[in-house]
């Protein structure tokens, strides 16, 4: 399993994507991520690689079967996901979604 | 400080008007992202692990109070109320939009700033000593030839795509607080010119620069300079991005070898065309007067009182100024290090009450050490109490400056995108665990630098204890180097037993502090001195958890 994330080309932002057809499909908030299967993640990837008036630097992140991060990934996209872990950050991703950390 | 001729003004002028057109064409599709991302690395638009960061120079480290308030502007209009000082100088935005990156550039330009040559393989922003035209040992002011390598290189033609990025670093005093030898060319100014250093460097195989020249007049800097370059950009590996550094190749020709060709190369330039009529020298050097000093009377007594009432000031003045040219002055260093908080963070807050300090008690300037500071270079020593307490109501009080809680720690895996491992959390974590005022004093200068991977922006190479993360197999993990250091006894630090966990660090620097405190021969014997004294591996057994 994978989820396909990237940045927001207006303003860099890190978003997730959750299905569907356009920008609105995608989400900040990485919990609503679309797990998706291998096959049908590499072709969506193809896809946005070339939407690049909508989102930047796009790639997939690898999955365990119970659905969390492989251990190769996991601190980086655990910070992706949840924002900065360092202080001075109240602004963090998982705080602006009022839940605790995704992953 | 320097004013910005017309030439200048046009010039940033022009960029930006550019660079606005090109973020325009590329919102709109018209530029695609490969074509778009060079452009914007130009500018200092870097796209991050969550969103644009916007990097910013402070040339050698000179800021009027003016620019700082209009980083606190930035930072609360554009970003999340914050930025980062770096160890290049810069200071950098993490949170900006690409929309708005336009308008924030044109801000820059109203207070004479801009964001070109902090990206690239170009010469990038020459750093100094943060006490330039203050320090008491200073022997002659590195800014005004400090602002010449900035004319000189900023749209220098030829050295735009040279085969990898380029740093000067330049002091002016005995004591070299500007890390000379771990720049591609380091300068070091003396009575009789500048003794030229080239090939040094951190990243993945560090070098000391080796002196190549003595006694270099300030008159011919730019020609020599020059020939430097050329021959690093005629031979430098360009297929090859780890070693396309002029100190891989200084070290395969050789120092004398590398200095024999630059001198034959400098004798073919027509030098007097390159380097700066005398007049131009003297006109920059105008823009670096003294302060017009306060003559306040200045009452030992009552400073002694102060200090006796308030344990804090007394600490703090122990601890964060330095002695000034003037008898009656100080300078002042506002660490931008307190418990538990990342090292060189601000607030916009905090930026403004900086800027007001300035105007109110330093003559309106500041500098950006390389140790992710903010100084005041000079200070009335009448004004300091005063000082201490706008300092302290803002929290930036932390009277650390030196010590082994005055980290420097690069933003690692909570911002960069290049990064194995955390360095801002392990450095908080190691700041709580040494909070303790007392302790910390007692332990004396200890220098920690941390680096979240092999680039080592956060200079580990030349910490007394450096600390480098890595990624084993998807976990962080830190290697602890002894031994550094980036002063005029510039040394490497070198990796000393095996690899920590995040939680085993700082119980291990206890241990290791333990022992240094039990080897040391009094209390003036610093850390760096004990471990030269008696060899890393005295202390790599206490590294690790007895078995
Ligand atoms: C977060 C964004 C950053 C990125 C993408 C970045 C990128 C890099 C890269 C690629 C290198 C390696 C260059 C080489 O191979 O020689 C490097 C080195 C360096 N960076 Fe950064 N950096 C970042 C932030 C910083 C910060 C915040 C600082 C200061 C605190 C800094 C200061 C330095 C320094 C001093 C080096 C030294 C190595 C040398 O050139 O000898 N960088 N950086
Ligand atoms: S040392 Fe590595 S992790 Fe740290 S800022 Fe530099 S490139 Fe990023």
């Excluded at chain 2, 130009?42 to 916007?54: I, R, S």
């Excluded at chain 2, 400090?146 to 085969?163: K, N």
Aim: net charge negative.
């Amino acid at each position: 399993m994978k989820l396909l994330t990237a940045n927001r080309l207006t303003d860099g932002l890190v978003l997730w994507y959750a299905g569907g057809p356009d920008l609105s499909g995608w989400t900040e908030d990485a919990a609503l991520a679309t797990r998706l299967e291998d096959e049908a993640a590499a072709a969506l990837l193809e896809d946005w690689k070339a939407r690049e008036t909508e989102v930047v630097a796009p790639y997939l992140v690898p999955l365990l079967d119970e659905n969390t991060l492989v251990k190769r990934e996991y601190v980086r996209e655990h910070v992706r996901a949840n924002g900065p872990t360092a202080g001075q950050t109240a602004f963090d991703t998982a705080r602006q979604h009022q839940r605790g950390e995704v992953f | 400080m320097y004013q910005y001729d017309q030439f200048d003004h046009a010039m940033v002028a022009a960029r930006n008007a550019e660079f606005k057109d090109q973020v325009e064409r590329r919102l709109k599709g018209e530029l695609s992202e490969d074509q778009f991302k060079p452009l914007r690395l130009m500018n200092g638009l870097y796209l991050q692990l969550h969103a644009y960061m916007l990097r910013i120079a402070v040339p050698y480290g000179v800021l009027s109070s003016r620019q700082m308030r209009t980083f606190a502007h930035i930072a609360r209009t554009y970003d999340r109320d914050f930025g980062h000082f770096t160890t290049r100088q810069n200071i950098q935005f993490n949170w900006i939009k690409l929309a708005d990156t336009p308008q924030i550039l044109e801000d820059l330009a109203a207070v004479e700033m801009h964001a070109i040559q902090t990206s690239g393989n170009c010469i990038r922003n020459t750093t100094t000593d943060q006490f330039a035209g203050a320090a008491r040992d200073e022997i002659d002011d590195p800014r005004p030839w400090a602002e010449l390598i900035r004319q000189w290189s900023t749209f220098h033609p030829e050295f735009t795509f040279l085969p990898r990025k380029f740093k000067i670093a330049i002091t002016g005093a005995t004591r070299d607080r500007a890390a000379i030898r771990v720049h591609d060319i380091g300068l070091q100014l003396t009575d009789k010119g500048f003794d030229v250093y080239v090939g040094g460097g951190m990243g993945r195989t560090p070098h000391l620069g080796h002196l190549i020249r003595s006694g270099l007049p300030g008159e011919k800097l730019l020609s020599y300079l020059e020939a430097a370059l050329r021959v690093y950009n005629r031979y430098g590996r360009r297929d090859n991005i780890y070693k396309a550094r002029i100190k891989i190749l200084v070290s395969a020709l050789g120092p004398q070898e590398y200095a024999r060709q630059v001198e034959e190369e400098w004798a073919t330039l027509d030098q007097a065309q390159i380097d700066a009529p005398h007049a131009e020298i003297a006109r920059i050097k105008s823009f670096f007067p003294q302060p017009a000093y306060a003559d306040k009377a200045f009452d030992a007594a009552a400073l002694d009182r102060a200090k006796a009432a308030d344990a804090g000031f007394a600490r703090w003045v122990r601890n964060n100024t330095l002695a000034h040219r003037r008898d009656d002055h100080v300078s002042v260093t506002i660490s931008l290090k307190p418990t538990g908080l990342p090292p060189g963070d601000a607030s916009s807050a905090q930026m403004d009450v900086m800027a007001d300090a300035a105007d109110r008690f330093a003559y309106g300037e500041l500098r950006v050490s390389h140790e992710q500071n903010v100084i005041l270079p000079h200070v009335a020593k009448a004004d300091l109490y005063d000082l201490y307490r706008l300092l302290d109501q803002n929290g930036l009080s932390s009277a650390n400056v030196g010590k082994i809680t005055d980290m420097i720690a690069c933003p690692g895996l909570d911002y960069c995108s290049l990064a194995n491992a955390r360095s801002i959390p392990l450095a908080q974590d190691i700041s709580q665990r040494f909070a303790d005022a007392e302790l910390t004093d007692k332990i004396g200068d200890l220098q920690i630098k941390i680096s979240g991977c092999i680039n080592a922006c956060g200079h580990h190479h030349v910490g007394h204890i450096g600390i480098l993360g890595v990624d084993k197999q998807g976990e962080e993990f830190y290697q602890i180097l002894l031994g550094g250091r980036a002063d005029e006894q510039a040394a490497l630090g070198v990796i000393t037993g095996k690899g920590l966990s995040a939680e085993a660090v700082p119980a291990a620097l206890e241990r290791l502090i333990k022992l240094y405190l039990d080897l040391r021969t009094d209390e003036t014997e610093r850390f760096i001195d004990t471990v030269g004294r008696l060899g890393r591996d005295a202390f790599a057994g206490a590294l690790h958890e007895p078995a």
